[in-house]
């Protein structure tokens, strides 16, 4: 299995959870690769089963580099693929602290 993990990071805290994440896939037997968000080459998603993608919830938001490249993806850019969101975000109420994971999602989505 073939994952691409696609993240952005202000104060490291989402770096050092992407970087988790793949060790404990990768000793599950899974082939992991770690990209910043805007380092992904979206035109060669070849064989990629699992795209990943993680963020900090920055002012109840997604960060700007990540909302700004998966609004220009073409429709159809993860056909095939399964997708995935997550943020790192304060311990409370989504409603409170808002959730960049949520807002990823409706992006992966469309």
């Avoid at 080459?41 to 990943?52: K, P, Q, Y």
């Amino acid at each position: 299995m073939k994952i691409l993990i696609a993240y952005d990071s202000y104060f490291l805290n989402t770096a050092i959870l992407v970087e988790a994440i793949a060790a404990a896939l990768a000793e599950l037997g899974a082939e992991v690769q770690l990209e910043r968000i805007y380092q992904v080459n979206f035109s060669d998603l070849e064989g990629i089963n699992w795209f990943l993608v993680g963020a900090p919830t920055h002012l109840r938001k997604m960060p700007r580099p990540i909302q700004s490249v998966l609004k220009r993806l073409p429709k159809g850019t993860f056909e095939g693929i399964k997708t995935l969101a997550f943020d790192t975000r304060y311990q409370m109420a989504v409603k409170k602290s808002g959730s960049a994971a949520r807002q990823i999602e409706r992006l992966l989505v469309k």
